[in-house]
T-cell receptor
Framework: TQLLEQSPQFLSIQEGENLTVYCNSS?????LQWYRQEPGEGPVLLVT?????EVKKLKRLTFQFGDARKDSSLHITAAQPGDTGLYLC???????????FGTGTKLQVIP | NAGVTQTPKFQVLKTGQSMTLQCAQD?????MSWYRQDPGMGLRLIHY???????DQGEVPNGYNVSRSTTEDFPLRLLSAAPSQTSVYFC??????????FGEGSWLTVV
């Protein structure tokens, strides 16, 4: 069973601060996705990274895929209350059914 | 845009009762799946289907059945509910780019 460990599990920060969430595994993935889930809703895809070392930016969010395609990070610059939610990474290998979700990072941004 | 629709949103069952969670998608995706989400454990795959008439087990299939008679519908049946099945259930469909679209979730409590 492939495992994806996320850290930290919980994060409570003030508006305007920066933060980084990590997603680590001992397994190699063909792609890595990040989802955000708000209370009472299903997760929504933020980004997919497919190449080792790839960096993608989505406004204030920067996503990086590790060179060995075993880990990823999500960096948020100047966090806003609207960034509050549960962030999930998901690694894919070998097709649809081989998607493994991380344990999640619950982020709270205090105004 | 409907996307993935699942019902009911909330349900309370007594131990031993059976029920069906309904799921429908209007995006013509071949791949559909059911996940359960529990605190600290991320999303775990229960069952999945790669097309009408084809289903297979995921990581935690025991106590659940599925069927896929049409591309649109993928119901999840709890055969004899147990307290361990108290969870939040998400139906999802996946496009050819491996983006997963989730429903809004069904909160199930088994007493």
């Amino acid at each position: 069973t492939q495992l994806l460990e996320q850290s930290p599990q919980f994060l409570s920060i003030q508006e305007g601060e920066n933060l980084t969430v990590y997603c680590n595994s001992s397994s190699v993935f063909s792609s890595l996705q990040w989802y955000r889930q708000e209370p009472g809703e299903g997760p929504v895809l933020l980004v997919t990274v497919v190449t080792g070392g790839e960096v993608k930016k989505l406004k204030r969010l920067t996503f990086q895929f590790g060179d060995a395609r075993k880990d990823s990070s999500l960096h948020i610059t100047a966090a806003q209350p609207g960034d509050t939610g549960l962030y999930l990474c998901a690694g894919a290998s070998g097709g649809y059914q081989k998607v493994t979700f991380g344990t999640g990072t619950k982020l709270q941004v205090i105004p | 845009n409907a996307g993935v629709t699942q019902t009911p949103k909330f349900q309370v069952l007594k131990t031993g009762q059976s029920m069906t969670l309904q799921c429908a998608q209007d995006m013509n995706h071949e791949y559909m799946s059911w996940y359960r989400q529990d605190p600290g454990m991320g999303l775990r795959l229960i069952h999945y289907s790669v097309g009408a008439g084809i289903t297979d087990q995921g990581e935690v299939p025991n106590g659940y059945n599925v069927s896929r008679s049409t591309t649109e519908d993928f119901p999840l049946r709890l055969l004899s509910a147990a307290p361990s099945q108290t969870s939040v259930y998400f139906c999802a469909s996946t496009d050819r780019g491996n983006t997963i679209y989730f429903g809004e979730g069904s909160w199930l409590t088994v007493v």
